[in-house]
Every structure is written in structure tokens, then in C-alpha cells.
């Protein structure tokens, strides 16, 4: 989960970013939204909740985008030796909150306006449902809710 914030424009935003969404420009155009709304890039604050990260977010087939330049600096190339002998297998390691920070701070949010909770899915089985997870253990392939509550406060005072 990503949330967007620009308190001033008062203007929120909540997205999936998992790699498909993220491979279709997913960040980019929610920015462009938000800006239509009058939120600006410097001033968004920016929340990475837990998901899959790089050390167990694994592809054995090359990711679709291999070749996209914005792309390169997130994915890398594992070699894994197998059990069989003479046989070895590739796959892909890939960053999605490098990814996702990346793409922010190239469209002018601020970096320590990005918090990421750094938390693994995959690697937390008792407090995290994980579709990566699920796809290699056959656990239950479930979901988690991430929910957002601002309060704006309506009173002013006087000096």
C-alpha cells in the first residue's frame, strides 16, 4: 500500500503498489491527479506500508520490465544453484519500494518526506497475509485492509 498526502491542498490518495500497477505508471499518474487538485509534489508526505520487498520478491521468468531504463537500478539478476546436478536456474530479484521511492523523488517529492515501514510480508507468515508467499509455501493467499482517517481541524485561533 502507498498513501499520498498534501495536507495543505488537502488532497489524499491511496494506491496498490504491486508490479503490475507500478509497471503501468501507477505513481506517476496518481501525482498527475493530485496536482489537478492542487496538491504539489515538495510538499506530499508519502507512506510505504508492508508488502513483498527485494530480499524475497523473486521472479524465475525475466520481469516484463527488464528494459524500461527507470527499472534497471531495481531489479537484479540471482544466480540459484539447484539440487539436480549441472543444472542451474536465474531469477529475478526485485526492489518494488526502491522502485516506488525512485519514481517519487524524480517527480520532486522531498526524500524525507518518504516513509517507508520496511516491513516484509513474505517474511512475517503470523502477522501478514502475502501473495508471494502463498505462491511458494501454498499458504492462504489472503488480503490485509490499510485505512486512512485525517482529521482537519476546522477551529482557528486567535492570537
Keep these: ?38 496538491a504539489l509534489a515538495p510538499r506530499l508526505r508519502v507512506w510505504i ?27 537484479d539478476k540471482v544466480e540459484k544453484i539447484e539440487q539436480e546436478k549441472n543444472s542451474s536456474k ?26 517507508d515501514e520496511q516491513i516484509c510480508t513474505v517474511c512475517q507468515p503470523q502477522q501478514y497475509y502475502s501473495h508471494q508467499r502463498s505462491k511458494v509455501t501454498g499458504d492462504a493467499d489472503g488480503r490485509f485492509l490499510v485505512a486512512t482517517y485525517w482529521h482537519f481541524n476546522t477551529t482557528t485561533q486567535a492570537e
Design 90 to 115: 536465474f531469477e529475478w530479484k526485485i526492489d518494488l519500494p526502491k522502485y516506488i521511492s525512485q519514481v517519487l523523488i524524480n517527480n520532486g517529492v522531498q526524500k524525507n518526506q518518504i516513509f
Design 1 to 38: 500500500p502507498i498513501v499520498l498526502a498534501d495536507h495543505e491542498a488537502k488532497v489524499l490518495a491511496m494506491i496498490h503498489g504491486g508490479w503490475r500497477s507500478l509497471a503501468t505508471g501507477i505513481v506517476q499518474q496518481t501525482l498527475n491527479v493530485m496536482q489537478l487538485h492542487g
Design 49 to 75: 506500508g508492508p508488502g513483498a520487498r527485494s530480499c524475497c520478491y523473486r521472479s524465475a521468468l525475466e520481469p516484463t520490465q527488464m528494459n524500461e531504463h527507470d527499472w534497471h537500478s531495481v531489479i
